[in-house]
């Protein structure tokens, strides 16, 4: 039987100039960041503040000169970690380059054109919807700052990226690397100002040391199918288990970058209800070592492959219909036969407990005088029974122990 699963990943939108939050995100540092749902973007709600790429390679923390630098480097403002926790840490453009990725796995450094998208959707005032509000952190008048959509920018300043490493603008301005190169000695940049409720583009000197937002990785819809075969149910990764009676379902997958992707489940179950069975046309035998022979009587015989279990430690690959065994010791033996299929790799099994009985005599068991007590007698097929003279039996003691008896009745 086959059955077909859609699985179907959502992403979350905003309302317009709402605040939605989205699940957030940690870095390889192990600092988590809010997120924030603007249109179709998330974004970081904080300033970066990880001391490595995202493949676990340190950036290092140059606080001299960075006019000659021409490979990745971070600094607190001012040199003073205090800065770190409220503001975040201040980055060159080729931290921003770099393939290792400062950003988190399956995040980003926006692109310019992904700074501009968001402030096609913030419309006018799009730099006060950005910024904190109040003056606490901000100098007055951080004009048009409400937070309405929760992005929380703090006047983070910048460092120049002269030999003369000078620290300017906290409280002013905060000052975004985009992703975007301009040519060999700039790239792109966004600001916000104090005096103004506007987002401003523009370029800045790849040596400076600028704030950096985080953006999510864009979605793209991906599509597979998943063939599988499995014997009476099988569970997939939604942790549900399917069977020929329960065959159909369509669920919802969350995947870990959020990205829509539809996955159909090609499933076919087998049955391995093989119906094994077999026979011996005498169970009890004396004076081993003797043979017996057992019949194969499974249905549809010659579609599968047979294992057989004599309980004596034998164990024999047989697609013979009789097939036969010598027993050399005295014994009660559990015989099983496991067959195979081998297009499906299905298998089933029967077993007959106590099933040959091999004893070298035909006389009464002494029973030995002990204080334990018989609790149950038992028949060769391990279901509970009375005393029968002339038939093999077990007996089950209050200490656990068993015994083999075979009482005749002359």
């Known amino acids: 039987m086959k059955t077909t699963l859609l699985f179907l990943s959502v992403f979350l939108s905003a309302n317009l100039f709402g605040q939605t939050f989205g699940n957030g995100v940690t870095d390889i540092d192990g600092n988590f960041y809010e997120s924030v749902i603007i249109g179709n973007q998330e974004w970081m709600a904080e300033n970066l503040t990880t001391k490595s790429y995202s493949n676990g390679d340190s950036i290092p923390n140059s606080t001299i000169n960075w006019g000659s630098l021409n490979n990745g480097a971070w600094v607190n403002y001012n040199n003073d970690s205090s800065f770190n926790a409220q503001y975040g840490k201040l980055y060159n453009w080729f931290t921003v380059e770099d393939s290792r990725n400062v950003c988190p796995v399956n995040w980003h450094v926006p692109t310019s054109a992904e700074w501009d998208t968001l402030s096609s959707f913030l419309g006018v005032d799009a730099g006060g919807k950005l910024k904190h509000q109040g003056t606490a952190l901000w100098q007055s008048p951080n004009t048009g700052a409400t937070n309405s959509t929760g992005f929380r920018a703090y006047p983070s300043g910048y460092r120049q990226g002269s030999s003369s ?174 067959a195979t299929d081998s297009a499906t790799g299905c298998t089933d099994f029967h077993f007959e407990p106590y099933y040959i009985y091999i004893s070298g005599f035909m006389g009464v068991n002494e029973l030995s005088n002990s204080s334990k007590n018989l609790i149950k007698i038992l028949d060769l097929m391990g279901r509970e029974t009375s005393f029968k003279p002339n038939t093999p039996l077990i007996y089950v003691y209050d200490d656990g122990s068993i015994e083999k008896v075979f009482s005749v009745e002359y």
Do not use: M
């Not at 190169?181 to 790849?206: C, E, V, W, Y």
């Not at 995947?255 to 094994?276: A, M, R, W, Y």
């Not at 046309?281 to 492959?305: G, K, R």
């Not at 024999?316 to 009789?322: A, C, G, P, V």
């Open 165 to 338: 490493a000078i620290f300017e603008l906290l409280g002013q301005y905060t000052i975004y690397w985009t992703s975007t190169s301009n040519d060999p000695q700039t790239a792109l940049d966004r600001t916000l100002k104090h005096i103004s409720s506007n987002l401003f583009s523009g370029t800045a000197h790849k040596n400076n040391g600028h704030s950096i937002r985080c953006i999510k990785n864009p979605c793209s819809s991906s599509t597979g199918v998943d063939v599988q075969s499995a014997c009476d149910s099988y569970t997939w990764i939604n942790g549900q288990t399917y069977t020929s009676d329960n065959n159909t379902d369509t669920d919802t997958l969350i995947s870990v970058d959020g990205c829509d992707s539809i996955v159909t489940l090609d499933l076919t179950i087998h049955s391995s209800d093989f119906k094994v069975a077999f026979f011996a046309e005498n169970q009890f035998y004396s004076e081993p070592p003797y043979s017996v022979i057992f019949t194969n009587q499974t249905p549809e015989f010659d579609s599968y492959d047979f294992e057989w279990d004599f309980g004596d430690g034998t164990v024999i690959q047989s697609n013979e219909i009789n097939v036969s065994h010598e027993y050399v010791s005295n014994g009660l033996y559990t015989v099983t036969l496991t």
